[in-house]
């Protein structure tokens, strides 16, 4: 059973969070919520998830993926937290997956494990860098690296994790019975 961890903090964006918590389980992917400041933490939209875990607790070598859902203040804490960013790093070195939706692709370009083509949520590519941004895809897979534009992509994000570490047969099981098209 591939096994991912879902970085969060205050502010983070509840539909992507949820979505990809959501959609990874119902693939039977063992996710694990790993917080980046309190156990308790509350979303953009006053949402409060209870984390599985605090981050520094996460050791890398038992997870598949990393990934970090968007949202304000989260994305900045992502990218500022040193064990966020280790994590990031290590994932990379071990050839691990890492994925980032809405403006968490910042964080992994803090870290320096942002691959040449990726996606964000609209204006954060001028805080990243505009040389191999695409605006028109909601899902960009670029190696190991996945990154998505926003709320409205958040399925298409999640199922795309699925494809990449279930397969496609799992990915369209999932994708239909979640009626998606």
């Given at each position: 059973?591939?096994?991912?961890?879902?970085?969060?903090?205050?502010?983070?964006?509840?539909?992507?969070?949820?979505?990809?918590?959501?959609?990874?389980?119902?693939?039977?992917?063992?996710?694990?919520?790993?917080?980046?400041?309190?156990?308790?933490?509350?979303?953009?939209?006053?949402?409060?998830?209870?984390?599985?875990?605090?981050?520094?607790?996460?050791?890398?070598?038992?997870?598949?993926?990393?990934?970090?859902?968007?949202?304000?203040?989260?994305?900045?804490?992502?990218?500022?937290?040193?064990?966020?960013?280790?994590?990031?790093?290590?994932?990379?070195?071990?050839?691990?997956?890492?994925?980032?939706?809405?403006?968490?692709?910042?964080?992994?370009?803090?870290?320096?494990?942002l691959n040449q083509n990726y996606t964000c949520y609209p204006s954060f590519?001028?805080?990243?860098?505009?040389?191999?941004?695409?605006?028109?895809?909601?899902?960009?897979?670029?190696?190991?690296?996945?990154?998505?534009?926003?709320?409205?992509?958040?399925?298409?994000?999640?199922?795309?994790?699925?494809?990449?570490?279930?397969?496609?047969?799992?990915?369209?099981?999932?994708?239909?019975?979640?009626?998606?098209?």
């Amino acid at each position: 059973m591939p096994k991912i961890i879902v970085a969060i903090s205050n502010g983070f964006e509840e539909i992507e969070t949820i979505s990809i918590i959501d959609i990874c389980r119902r693939a039977n992917i063992d996710v694990t919520i790993a917080s980046a400041e309190n156990i308790a933490i509350v979303g953009a939209h006053n949402i409060t998830i209870i984390a599985d875990t605090m981050i520094d607790t996460i050791h890398p070598n038992e997870f598949d993926m990393i990934v970090l859902p968007g949202g304000l203040p989260n994305a900045y804490t992502l990218a500022d937290n040193k064990k966020v960013q280790e994590l990031l790093q290590v994932m990379k070195k071990n050839k691990k997956y890492i994925g980032a939706i809405c403006a968490a692709p910042f964080a992994l370009h803090t870290a320096g494990v942002l691959n040449q083509n990726y996606t964000c949520y609209p204006s954060f590519e001028k805080k990243i860098r505009e040389n191999g941004y695409d605006k028109n895809k909601n899902v960009v897979v670029d190696g190991k690296v996945i990154t998505s534009r926003g709320p409205g992509t958040a399925m298409s994000f999640a199922l795309e994790i699925v494809n990449t570490l279930c397969g496609k047969e799992r990915y369209e099981e999932v994708k239909k019975a979640l009626l998606f098209n």
